[in-house]
């Protein structure tokens, strides 16, 4: 249950402060995210830029970047997943302890980007573990990075703890561990997850959707 | 540095019997190349490398080329005789020609101080068709830069490299069939969801849609 806000500026006023369980979590939650330290291609040289001193992502609550999944709780994919990574990708985010969150940095960590129609990179890697935040640019610059971390922070903000919404580690029966694709003799196996990748709405055209027509 | 018909003239010099080919390139920038016998191939490298006058001791590229077979169609001149007269009369042919795969070198001298501007010397071998004979002597005994160039050609156009040291896929999976880089490569059908497709993508999207019934 909410606390009034100007009933809370009120008591503060008094000397005594008033918070909700959800609250405090998710104040301790958004402010201390710990991201895997794990770069695929040039959009990783942003995101490093971004934790060094001229962006300084650590005044953000996410300073420390962990080269071990076990101890991260933000994937930021950074670059291109070609399909020789990406069950790599799908494997270490298995093995990320929840709660754990996915930004995807970059046209192509979001479809494949410039290299879309190649042989051998993934067309998204939303194809196969759910995303919180999608980053447009190539690469994004780091203030883009800066705003899609604040952005999953206002995410886990609004997360409330009980009901429906509430984050995959408080949610016993909740989808943990996703399919790792095979490589096959001719593309992975399956190409897609269809439980976090459901096809696109049909459009009314009959057309491809946004065929310039 | 020696021009490709003065090395040729060299090789011929030295091993009589190696079968070397000039393959002449008559755009502007006439960068002729040395087609070597896949036989006789690796002697001939062993020479270019350790010849004092060429000292190409520097392998900076290899590559692949697929050339798939075409059909040809030419007009050749005969003469018959129409109505007890001889006459030269033209006529249509039409020739098969194989298809072959090219592995293309990139050869400097460090001893010499090669320029890039003044070109590589460019060595070719050829398979005998696209199939079942693909293989070519490696030249990664001769110059180790080679390796993992002709690991790349294994890999993506199917070349195989009789000799080279280590001879695996390097850029796809090992379990992966197929050569991506050969001109009738077909990729994967995943063209369900194309937010602009245009051209070819919009050829594919729409084929897809053909085969699997789903609009998209
Ligand atoms: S989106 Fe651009 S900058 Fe980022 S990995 Fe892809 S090609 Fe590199």
């Known amino acids: ?39 695929l291609a040039c959009c990783a040289i942003e995101m490093i830029a971004t934790t060094m001193a001229r962006y300084d992502l650590a005044r953000f609550g ?3 970047f962990r080269p071990s999944p076990r101890q991260a709780d933000l994937m930021i994919i ?7 990574m990406a069950p790599q990708v799908v494997r270490l985010y298995n093995q990320m302890a929840e709660p754990k969150y996915v930004i995807a940095m970059g046209a192509c960590a979001i479809s494949g980007g410039p290299f879309k129609q190649g042989y051998n990179v993934l067309k998204g890697i939303d194809r196969y573990i759910p995303v919180d935040v999608h980053i447009p640019g190539c690469p994004p610059r780091p203030e883009a990075l800066i705003h899609a971390f604040m952005t999953l922070q206002a995410r886990i903000d609004a997360q409330p703890l009980t009901g429906g919404d509430r984050p995959r580690h408080l949610d016993a029966d909740a989808q943990g561990l996703f399919p790792v694709p095979e490589q096959g003799a001719h593309d992975l196996e399956p190409p897609v997850n269809r439980l976090v990748w459901p096809l696109p709405a049909p459009s009314t055209s009959g057309k491809p959707t946004g065929s310039c027509e | 540095m020696k021009s490709a018909e003065e090395i040729l003239a060299a090789i011929k ?6 079968g070397v080919e000039l393959v002449p390139n008559p755009s502007p920038s006439a960068q002729h190349s040395l087609r070597l016998d896949p036989a006789h191939a690796l002697a001939v490298a062993s020479f270019l490398r350790n010849d004092p006058e060429l000292a190409l001791d520097y392998c900076s590229n290899a590559t692949g080329v697929d050339w798939p077979g075409k059909e040809i169609t030419e007009k050749v001149k005969v003469t018959k005789v129409v109505d007890g007269v001889e006459t030269i009369v033209e006529e249509t042919v039409k020739r098969v020609q194989a298809g072959y795969l090219e592995a293309v070198y990139h050869l400097y001298s460090m ?12 060595l070719r071998m050829r398979t ?22 002709e690991r790349e050609i294994f890999d993506l156009f199917g070349i195989v490299f009789t000799g080279h040291p280590d001879l695996r896929r ?47």
């Open chain 2, 13 to 18: 010099t030295a091993l009589p019997e190696a």
């Open chain 2, 128 to 149: 005998v068709n696209r199939t079942d004979q693909v293989e070519l002597p490696s030249l990664t005994p001769v110059w180790r830069s080679a390796e993992f160039q």
């Open chain 2, 170 to 216: 390097i850029l796809m999976w090992d379990g992966f069939e197929d050569h991506p880089m050969r001109r009738d490569y077909v990729d994967p059908d995943d063209f369900e969801y194309e937010p602009t497709p245009h051209d070819e993508v919009l050829k594919r999207a729409e084929q897809h849609k053909a085969n699997t019934g789903v609009t998209a």
């Open chain 1, 1 to 39: 249950m909410a606390v009034e806000p100007d009933l809370k500026i009120e008591l503060g006023k008094q000397g005594v402060f008033v918070t909700t369980i959800s609250e405090i979590y998710n104040w301790g939650r958004k402010n201390s995210v710990w991201p895997m330290q794990f770069g």
């Open chain 2, 111 to 122: 001893k010499h101080a090669h320029r890039e501007i003044a070109g590589p010397v460019v």
């Open chain 1, 62 to 64: 996410a300073e420390v």
């Open chain 1, 78 to 84: 950074s670059g291109t997943i070609t399909k020789k």
